[in-house]
């Protein structure tokens, strides 16, 4: 399974579809000193299942229930890093190079700061598209 389609089936119970790609090439990060990610990524989105849509999961629930038997203090909410170690996975740099490659990032792979940022929102904005609930601070992700 994917990076993805592991990070979705954990949070959403389901793995969504391939990440797909606007006919526009993915964008590179901004620069200028902003530690901000483009509001446009032109990667993952996904198209609801077949047979019409799934019920919507409340990622904040699912993510905050893991938090609360966890051993350290994880910020998934903003954090790709204390995501993937909330959800039981490897967060290493190649891990995350590997997840940015998956969903066609095109920004400089070695600047991992704005990378994981990013992947972030790349993460919640393909949660939403298949249908999670994002709490109100991360809305704007999607």
Do not use: F
């Amino acid at each position: 399974m994917s990076i993805l389609g592991s990070i979705t089936s954990k949070i959403l119970g389901r793995t969504p579809p391939s990440p797909t790609t606007s006919a526009q090439a993915a964008s590179s990060p901004q620069t200028g000193g902003t530690a901000s990610a483009p509001a446009s990524s032109g990667a993952a989105t996904a198209s609801p299942p077949p047979g019409g849509p799934a019920p919507q999961v409340d990622v904040a629930a699912v993510l905050d229930g893991l938090k609360t038997k966890a051993t350290q203090e994880l910020n998934w909410r903003h954090s790709i890093v204390d995501l993937m170690k909330l959800l039981s996975l490897d967060s290493s740099l190649a891990t995350r190079k590997e997840l940015a490659k998956e969903l066609h990032y095109g920004g400089d792979m070695n600047d991992s700061a704005t990378m994981n940022i990013w992947l972030h929102k790349e993460i919640m904005k393909n949660l939403a598209a298949n249908g999670g609930k994002l709490p109100k601070d991360l809305q704007h992700l999607s």
